[in-house]
């Protein structure tokens, strides 16, 4: 490039940057090479998304009633909770939060910050001022069907009110690019946005997918990932059921495979070793470990390195007790998807 033409750029670069903010232009080879990202807490889900939930974007969360929906979501929290002491979240509760429940997954009470609002103006504003003002690491909005419009609040229940929370929420994403920008150089504290959602049924449709979102479609372009969360089957006791197997999969993923599918077995209820709130993730890494032939399988003996054990339930219980295993077989996983 000539030196005339290289000095103009450098020109119109610091006057924009000096008019619009620092680093609204920069050179490609000085973008930061990886989108950072934070764990979900389930290595099964981290593989299946790529790495984790991408920062500085909004992901949703979407799902039947009890799916696992606000499960994973705690569990985000309490994995990065545990990983990073100055990690902090905000969950926006439209709908009842539970205390002893997020505490029994291993949310930390006094890192989080519940917002108890349905109002869809109320909670719309506070995270934008919690975006812009770097405030959280995390922000949970449980549950988005629960968000109301305050015009619609104050309507009587025989008046139309058609449109206007669909109308509200594009607004909000397309404010919130702004609230989520952050230095494409230079380390900046990042924020991760999750929306839990909720499927309905389209009314009239006979062919196709019947099913749609609350809160109109322009929000499904603004999502970065959108990971669709079913219970797969019970976990039972003597038919009492203890848990469930969570099952997710990815609709949407700007930067990773699509469609990709994992699952997990959670517990609501003491089996074993296994407490409300706990998450197979030892079964989990070795389910990988398995399927990617780390370890492998002869018969009814599964082998790793010169160890043997017969039966998969013998592996696990040993993977549970072997700590280094444990992270030897969690990298390998990490290894050989990213």
Known sequence: MKTEQWETIQSIVASVNKKYGEDIIVQGNQVKEEMPRITTGVLAFDLMLGGGWPVNQWSEIIGDESSGKTA?????IAANQAADPEWIAMWVAAEEFVPEYAAAIGVDLERLWVVETNVMEHAYDLILRAMEN???DCIVVDSLPALVPGDEAEKMMDEFSVGLGARLTGKFFRKSSKAQKRSLIREDRGCTGL???QWREKIGVLYGDPRTTPGGRAKNFHYFTRVEVKRDEWLKEKDEPVGQTIRARTMKNKTYRPQQVAQVDFYFADHGTFHLGDFDVVKDIVNICIAIEVITRAGAYYNYGDQKWQGK??????????????????????????
Not at 72 to 76: D, I, V
Not at 315 to 325: F, K, N, S
Request: charged content about 30%; overall charge positive.
């Open 313 to 338: 339930d013998a592996l696990v219980t040993h993977v549970r007790g072997d700590l280094t295993m444990q992270s030897e077989l969690k990298e390998k996983a990490k290894e050989y998807f990213l």
């Open 72 to 76: 994973l979501a705690f569990k985000t």
């Open 195 to 197: 929306i839990i959602n």
């Open 134 to 136: 770097r405030a959280v």
